[in-house]
């Protein structure tokens, strides 16, 4: 099957979608105009999110190009095993719902440099503001849009830079109608997100099937279990060659906890989405996104591996290089490719949805962050509201103009896109998750110990990614080490964020214990048991996805 670019049905289909989502921005806009004046509604959609909308713009959010081009790619690479990003996302999200969601809600937390300038001190903040906004611009802002706009000329052939464009301002477009516009915008993009990405699978195991032979999307389950079954193992054994992404059991009980508790719970960009919200409104909504990342890998992972099958028996060779050199990150524009006409409309419908919806969010949390935390506290004490919401709205402009200017220069294809993201916010995760765990359960911990274990967590994660070069020693009880694409001996990126985790959890202990003034510390947020509470339908929900959870990890063992 070749491919045959974009065909009329195809734009039709691309038209109708964003018709529908630049519509109802349009009119959920003007319904809100009249207060869009007030920055808490601007940034927040204060009270105004139901639990449906909350839990489809966390998803809308979270997948994005680095989901339907990386990850697909890392399925096509890793196989099932990269699905466990998503499925340890689903408890992770249970967790964030028990307990951070009540401790935000009851300290009216709305941003977390807030969080830190309450519990910890006005310097601790506004260092990790300015990390925050570096992150969100110059790695995920960028990676999104670069991988997005890879894959839109993949499949369109229209210039890489204007791809890139015309998604920052359809993403500005969006973003300037403040989060209650994302938000109900982000509902529309899930519904597309989701169909079109099913669609993709759908079509990706029809192709298996019509090559190895029967029919219908079982035959092509089941031929890429026989056909590829080194693919279809959650936990990778150490002689396996892609173990240093995935190091064994570090995915169930090491830095994969980190990396999602520290972005589903202490990220402006996600938590952003239940902050304005009540307590039963905010668990719902996340709940709702729980329940939508178990079905994620259908539609992110399986296309990667019934591409890895496809090629492997020697399907789009050619297509699959790039410079000459296989290019794993290329799985998914092929396969959109390949998809008859108005499905393919469709995916790339889902593709660019997925994409502008999450630049609209992260565009969304840099503005309220610059605006809020760093603004209106240090640059403009007094500023009218009306002034905050246009500050917000110019920082999403420049935002977007940075992030075009910036992306062609990441070399983001060089490692892949959903490994740089998680590589590159994988240096100061640890650090952060730590203020952020010890703040919440341990009153005694001071804003010095906090600002030890940031910059320190930060250097600590450098200096330890070569130790086994510098020191020559490769392998002990504490780590083991594999080669890099430069030689270079390193520890895997997961193992060695749970490390740094440690050592600046004991650096924050050993330092406030220290401190005498740590026993009268003022700065501890309130907290009772009763915050806890769950619903019944809530424990329900909770049990069905950790009955799922369970089965899927010991099926794939």
Same mark, same amino acid.
Request: charged fraction near 10%; glycine fraction near 8%; aromatic fraction near 14%.
């Given at each position: 099957?070749?491919?045959?670019?974009?065909?009329?049905?195809?734009?039709?289909?691309?038209?109708?979608?964003?018709?529908?989502?630049?519509?109802? $921005?349009?009119? =959920?806009?003007?319904?809100?105009?009249?207060?869009?004046?007030?920055?808490?509604?601007?940034?927040?959609?204060?009270?105004?999110?139901?639990?449906?909308?909350?839990?489809?713009?966390?998803?809308?959010?979270?997948?994005?190009?680095?989901?339907?081009?990386?990850?697909?790619?890392?399925?096509?690479?890793?196989?099932?095993?990269?699905?466990?990003?998503?499925?340890?996302?689903?408890?992770?999200?249970?967790?964030?719902?028990?307990?951070?969601?009540?401790?935000?809600?009851?300290?009216?937390?709305?941003?977390?440099?807030?969080?830190?300038?309450?519990?910890?001190?006005?310097?601790?903040?506004?260092?990790?503001?300015?990390?925050?906004?570096?992150?969100?611009?110059?790695?995920?802002?960028?990676?999104?849009?670069?991988?997005?706009?890879?894959?839109?000329?993949? =499949?369109?052939?229209?210039?890489?830079?204007?791809?890139?464009?015309?998604?920052?301002?359809?993403?500005?477009?969006?973003?300037?109608?403040?989060?209650?516009?994302?938000?109900?915008?982000?509902?529309?993009?899930?519904?597309?997100?989701?169909?079109?990405?099913?669609?993709?699978?759908?079509?990706?195991?029809?192709?298996?099937?019509?090559?190895? $032979? $029967?029919?219908?999307?079982?035959?092509?389950?089941?031929?890429?279990?026989?056909?590829?079954?080194?693919?279809?193992?959650?936990?990778?054994?150490?002689?396996?060659?892609?173990?240093?992404?995935?190091?064994?059991?570090?995915?169930?009980?090491?830095?994969?906890?980190?990396?999602?508790?520290?972005?589903?719970?202490?990220?402006?960009?996600?938590?952003?989405?239940?902050?304005?919200?009540?307590? !039963?409104?905010?668990?719902?909504?996340?709940?709702?996104?729980?329940?939508?990342?178990? #079905?994620?890998?259908?539609?992110?992972?399986?296309?990667?591996?019934?591409?890895?099958?496809?090629?492997?028996?020697?399907?789009?060779?050619?297509?699959?290089?790039?410079?000459?050199?296989?290019?794993?990150?290329?799985?998914?524009?092929?396969?959109?490719?390949?998809?008859?006409?108005?499905?393919?409309?469709?995916?790339?419908?889902?593709?660019?949805?997925?994409?502008?919806?999450?630049?609209?969010? !992260?565009?969304?949390?840099?503005?309220? =962050?610059?605006?809020?935390?760093?603004?209106?506290?240090?640059?403009?004490?007094?500023?009218?509201?009306?002034?905050?919401?246009?500050?917000?709205?110019?920082?999403?402009?420049?935002?977007?103009?940075?992030?075009?200017?910036?992306?062609?220069?990441?070399?983001?294809?060089?490692?892949?896109?959903?490994?740089?993201?998680?590589?590159?916010?994988?240096?100061?995760?640890?650090?952060?998750?730590?203020?952020?765990?010890?703040?919440?359960?341990?009153?005694?911990? /001071?804003?010095?110990?906090?600002?030890?274990?940031?910059? $320190?967590?930060?250097?600590?994660? =450098?200096?330890? !990614?070569?130790?086994? /070069?510098?020191?020559?020693?490769?392998?002990?009880?504490?780590?083991?080490?594999?080669?890099?694409?430069?030689?270079?001996?390193?520890?895997?990126? #997961?193992?060695?964020?749970?490390?740094?985790?440690?050592?600046?959890?004991?650096? #924050?202990?050993?330092?406030?214990?220290?401190?005498?003034?740590?026993?009268?510390?003022?700065?501890?947020?309130?907290?009772?048991?009763?915050?806890? !509470? #769950?619903?019944?339908?809530?424990?329900?929900?909770?049990?069905?996805?950790?009955?799922?959870?369970?089965?899927?990890?010991?099926?794939?063992?």
């Amino acid at each position: 099957m070749q491919s045959q670019g974009l065909q009329l049905l195809d734009y039709l289909v691309f038209l109708f979608y964003f018709i529908v989502v630049s519509g109802y $921005g349009y009119w =959920i806009y003007k319904q809100r105009q009249s207060k869009i004046s007030n920055s808490n509604d601007f940034f927040l959609a204060e009270g105004s999110l139901t639990w449906w909308a909350i839990g489809a713009s966390l998803i809308a959010s979270n997948i994005s190009a680095e989901q339907f081009i990386g990850t697909s790619g890392d399925g096509f690479r890793l196989g099932l095993a990269i699905a466990t990003y998503e499925w340890m996302a689903a408890a992770t999200l249970l967790i964030v719902a028990i307990f951070f969601m009540p401790i935000y809600l009851k300290n009216k937390i709305f941003t977390m440099p807030q969080f830190l300038t309450q519990r910890y001190s006005p310097t601790v903040s506004l260092i990790m503001a300015v990390f925050w906004l570096m992150l969100y611009i110059t790695v995920n802002l960028t990676s999104i849009l670069y991988l997005g706009a890879l894959a839109v000329t993949t =499949i369109s052939g229209v210039d890489f830079t204007v791809c890139m464009i015309g998604m920052s301002v359809f993403a500005i477009f969006i973003t300037l109608g403040g989060m209650k516009v994302i938000g109900y915008t982000d509902v529309i993009q899930v519904v597309f997100l989701v169909l079109g990405g099913l669609a993709t699978s759908y079509l990706a195991l029809n192709m298996v099937t019509d090559r190895f $032979g $029967g029919s219908g999307v079982v035959d092509g389950v089941n031929h890429l279990l026989t056909k590829a079954p080194e693919h279809f193992h959650m936990i990778l054994q150490k002689g396996n060659p892609n173990y240093p992404s995935l190091p064994g059991l570090a995915v169930l009980v090491g830095g994969m906890w980190i990396i999602n508790l520290n972005y589903w719970g202490c990220n402006q960009y996600i938590t952003q989405r239940a902050l304005g919200a009540d307590l !039963k409104t905010a668990r719902n909504g996340i709940l709702f996104a729980a329940f939508l990342k178990l #079905m994620m890998p259908i539609i992110v992972v399986l296309p990667g591996i019934a591409a890895y099958l496809l090629y492997k028996d020697g399907m789009f060779q050619t297509e699959m290089l790039k410079d000459g050199v296989l290019n794993k990150d290329n799985a998914y524009p092929v396969l959109l490719n390949l998809l008859p006409t108005g499905l393919k409309g469709l995916s790339f419908a889902a593709l660019t949805a997925a994409v502008v919806a999450s630049m609209a969010g !992260k565009a969304n949390s840099i503005s309220t =962050i610059f605006t809020l935390d760093i603004y209106k506290k240090y640059i403009n004490p007094n500023a009218s509201e009306k002034k905050l919401v246009n500050v917000g709205r110019f920082a999403v402009v420049g935002a977007m103009v940075t992030s075009v200017i910036v992306a062609p220069m990441m070399g983001i294809d060089k490692k892949g896109g959903f490994e740089f993201i998680q590589e590159y916010t994988g240096y100061v995760s640890p650090g952060i998750f730590a203020l952020f765990t010890l703040g919440f359960f341990w009153k005694r911990a /001071t804003s010095k110990a906090a600002l030890v274990a940031l910059l $320190g967590g930060v250097t600590f994660s =450098i200096m330890t !990614k070569y130790i086994p /070069t510098w020191t020559g020693v490769t392998e002990c009880m504490f780590y083991s080490s594999f080669p890099d694409e430069t030689g270079r001996m390193m520890i895997p990126f #997961m193992d060695r964020m749970a490390w740094v985790f440690i050592f600046c959890v004991t650096c #924050m202990v050993v330092i406030s214990l220290a401190d005498p003034e740590s026993k009268n510390n003022p700065k501890g947020l309130e907290i009772d048991a009763s915050m806890f !509470k #769950m619903s019944p339908s809530f424990i329900v929900g909770s049990v069905v996805i950790c009955t799922v959870l369970t089965f899927l990890y010991t099926y794939f063992w």
